[in-house]
């Protein structure tokens, strides 16, 4: 499963370098203009065949010699070969990957404007929550630049499984508590996590969306990564997304990336449906003095922009000891702590009930 995630990230990392390449006459990248016949990535060899339009192309070797210096210097251990031929036709686009998704019932896209807001956690005490309301639960984590899930399920060293069905490749997904868990984080060191950009990331994630033994479930929960990019925009491209929550803490500052967020769901070439905003770390209440509350990050920064925005308001989340210790022991708080998974249950209550009657 490794070589084959390997590989595959290799060549879509030459086919975002050849995608630099413009033909001077055409004006149009060799991958748009379909130039791309072969590309091959074994025994430390990178192989390209390039087919140009039209015979005698007099810019043929000239894009060649580009190609080869740029591979060689993106892949300094490899063998580079750029071949070149010439008349025919462009290569077909390669058909569509075959999907693993279609016992999947419901997709809520998990989102923030910025990091350090608590999303993976509210995304895994959410699982949890809607896994004690009596539903099959998977989480997506696609959070490339930190995927915390494994540990917030306590699953850190599980080495994903590829078992061939019918044919076709899938991955074995983790379990546990019920939950079935895929993520980017199974697949990479959390030292490389940051290395990962464009082409190589969203390949990664396309395999794990399409590929992995989802088996059927009434909801996938996706953590996406902090802001808005490329990244999501695939994501958003490769799944039916019902409904998005965004994840916001009360200070002003983060209230402000929430707006980013928000609106880039509601864009017109997106169009997901926001269920609502979430206001994480809103307040603290020491275990000593119950009935005080220390509200840190400010206060209703979340649930004032949702009412002024015409955004539902799902719930607040205050600063809880267990919270932080669940998350740290791989068990999140809503499976151990009866007043987060009050809390939890209530929001995911009114998530179910929106992306029900949405459809």
């Known amino acids: 499963m490794q070589q084959m995630l390997h590989a595959t ?4 990392k030459i086919k975002e370098l050849l995608a630099s390449i413009v033909h001077p006459e055409t004006g149009k990248d060799l991958v748009t203009s379909g130039f791309i016949e072969h590309l091959a990535t074994a025994g430390g060899k990178v192989t390209v065949v390039l087919r140009f339009a039209k015979a005698r192309d007099p810019f043929a070797v000239k894009i060649k010699n580009q190609a080869e210096n740029l591979l060689r210097e993106a892949f300094p251990g490899s063998e580079v070969l750029v071949v070149i031929k010439e008349g025919g036709a462009a290569p077909r686009p390669e058909p569509k990957l075959s999907t693993t998704t279609g016992g999947i019932a419901k997709v809520i896209a998990v989102a923030s404007g910025k990091g350090g807001v608590g999303k993976s956690t509210v995304t895994a005490n959410l699982a949890i929550a809607l896994r004690n309301m009596g539903f099959r639960v998977g989480v997506l984590d696609a959070d490339i630049y930190g995927p915390s899930q494994p540990k917030m399920f306590g699953v850190e060293g599980y080495l994903p499984e590829a078992i061939v069905e019918e044919g076709k490749e899938h991955i074995i997904p983790a379990e ?7 993520s980017i984080g199974f697949f990479i060191k959390p030292t490389d996590a940051l290395l990962w950009r464009g082409a190589m990331a969203v390949s990664a994630l396309k395999q794990m969306i399409h590929q992995t033994r989802w088996g059927t479930l009434d909801f996938l929960l996706a953590d996406l990564p902090p802001g808005t990019g490329d990244v999501h925009l695939s994501i958003i491209g490769e ?5 998005a929550v965004i994840v916001s803490t009360p200070q002003q500052v983060a209230v402000a990336d929430v707006v980013r967020g928000v609106e880039m769901f509601r864009n017109e070439n997106v169009n997901i449906p926001v269920a609502g905003i979430i206001e994480n770390m809103a307040w603290f209440t020491p275990a000593e003095l119950p009935q005080n509350r220390y509200y840190l990050f400010g206060r209703g ?3 004032a922009y949702a009412e002024q925005n015409g955004v539902d308001f799902l719930g607040e989340i205050p600063i809880v000891q267990s919270i ?3 998350s740290e022991e791989g068990r999140p708080a809503t499976s151990t702590h009866p007043e987060v998974e009050e809390r939890y249950r209530a929001i995911a209550e009114k998530i179910v009930s929106k992306v029900m009657k949405n459809g």
Do not use: Q, T
């Open 324 to 326: 932080m210790e669940g």
């Open 301 to 303: 920064g979340a649930r």
């Open 9 to 12: 990230v290799m060549e879509d």
């Open 239 to 243: 799944l039916k997304i019902d409904a």
């Open 176 to 182: 546990s508590m019920d939950i079935r868990l895929m």
